[in-house]
């Protein structure tokens, strides 16, 4: 897709230098929306708008809404009030709110100055909901019945005001504002005679959320029953708009990113990478290494406290690395295990005893096996191959005991701390690699020196 879209975007750009604008047209108009999104992202600046004026109208406003936030700004510097009006007339509410979030004031005062009034109003009723809420990403265009219309009655509104809605597929039966029910066009199509009254056909089994309920948890009940869009409703259960499915994934693209983000010990950030210059990427990052770098602190005290038994077997030394990374790495696989359940509602905190003796169980079976193979590599390599005497058969068993109890502690770190953030009413992915890493270095440090004192002569 990436290739074809190169190829598209250099023929495009023989074409335009060539001025031959009638094939430019020919060929886009055959395009998908965010194919032509991707080709413009490749396009000079200065060249968008003319690009832009060779689309259809409609085809135009949904190539729009595909674009980069930084592109849309650069096309909307570029083209006419006028152009600018006919783009937001095509345009949905929540695509609208989108846009406007992403804009500078400069640039929002203009949009909404070409927007119509009722747009113009919509879109302030919404910029109002919190930030990640479902108030934040439903839209208003929905199509409304009433229980006492009848199925002719129903679908010639669908024919008239359908064109201006974003889905059609369900309709939504209103008393009074009050959501009743709903119905589907499949329910209206295939009803015994256009006669029927509506509330005799609707499913008043409503699967609801309200304005303020979290973006995420939207989308993950969309996931679960499988709709294509959801009606959101107020504390009154008065319908205020819809959650469609193109923002639901949207949703959970964006989720998914933060998560990532945060697992890998980075803040999270609104732009894609290729967007991101250094100094973006170090203002993401920094912050994270420099507190994972002081935390690392511990583990040096850790060390050094213990320097006159490192002193007396110099040849634990060279087992702290593998120690160290095997802890972190276990309680790493551990946390994101739970992280991805929590996400996805599998696990709640009550469930917190089970999940960390299933994992105290697994970290058994790890660990012994672990430690099997630890102790039959001490002794072949480091002892036999080699032939370093210092380390015998009681050192690789300190090792080798060091890690099975590591591996243990360190799953239940690893399981335990993501449950508990989520609890407290942070983001579980606070609790991963990164922070879960230094605390699993330290333990296995602390269990490593306490095994060797305790076994080994001259270091009680």
Not at 399 to 404: E, F, H
């Amino acid at each position: 897709m990436a290739d074809h879209s190169v190829t598209v975007e250099n023929t495009l750009q023989v074409l335009l230098s060539e001025k031959k604008y009638t094939t430019i047209r020919d060929i886009m108009v055959t395009m998908n929306p965010a194919d032509i999104a991707a080709v413009f992202s490749g396009v000079e600046t200065e060249k968008l708008p003319l690009l832009f004026r060779l689309l259809p109208k409609e085809l135009a406003a949904e190539s729009f809404v595909e674009m980069e936030s930084d592109q849309q700004e650069a096309l909307i510097r570029g083209i006419s009030d006028s152009e600018l009006r006919q783009v937001m007339d095509e345009l949905y509410v929540d695509d609208a709110v989108d846009i406007v979030e992403e804009m500078p004031a400069n640039v929002v005062q203009r949009i909404l100055a070409q927007s119509d009034p009722e747009m113009r109003k919509e879109i302030n009723e919404i910029l109002q909901y919190p930030e990640n809420s479902a108030g934040s990403v439903m839209t208003t265009e929905y199509v409304k019945l009433s229980p006492n219309m009848t199925v002719g009655d129903a679908i010639l509104r669908i024919r008239r005001t359908g064109v201006d809605k974003e889905t059609i597929y369900t309709c939504y039966v209103l008393d009074n504002r009050l959501l009743v029910g709903t119905v589907s066009v499949k329910s209206l199509l295939l009803a015994p005679n256009d006669l029927q009254t509506i509330d005799s056909i609707m499913d008043t089994s409503l699967i609801t959320v309200t304005t303020h309920t979290d973006q995420e948890e939207v989308a993950q009940m969309m996931s679960k029953y499988n709709l294509l869009a959801i009606p959101v409703v107020d504390g009154d259960n008065r319908m205020v708009g819809i959650v469609t499915f193109d923002d639901a994934m949207d949703v959970m693209e964006d989720e998914v990113t933060e998560d990532m983000e945060i697992m890998a010990g980075m803040t999270p950030s609104d732009k894609t990478y290729l967007k991101s210059s250094p100094v973006d990427l170090f203002k993401h990052r920094i912050p994270w290494l420099a507190l994972l770098m002081v935390s690392a602190t511990f583990t040096g005290l850790i060390i050094t406290s213990f320097e006159e038994a490192l002193a007396a077997q110099v040849a634990l030394t060279a087992f702290i690395p593998m120690l160290m990374d095997t802890g972190g790495n276990s309680g790493s696989q551990s946390s994101v295990t739970v992280i991805r359940a929590i996400s996805l509602n599998e696990l709640d905190f009550s469930d917190l005893p089970k999940v960390i003796w299933k994992e105290i169980r697994t970290a058994a079976l790890c660990g012994i096996c672990l430690a099997v193979l630890c102790f039959c590599k001490i002794m072949l390599v480091d002892r036999l191959l080699l032939q370093n005497e210092d380390i015998t058969v009681l050192v690789a068993a300190v090792v080798c005991l060091t890690m099975a109890i590591t591996i243990i502690c360190a799953k239940i770190v690893g399981c335990s701390l993501p449950m508990l953030a989520k609890k407290l009413g942070f983001d579980p992915a606070v609790m991963a690699s990164p922070f879960i890493t230094t605390i699993v270095d330290a333990l296995s440090l602390l269990v490593y020196f306490g095994i060797a004192c305790a076994l080994l002569p001259g270091l009680r």
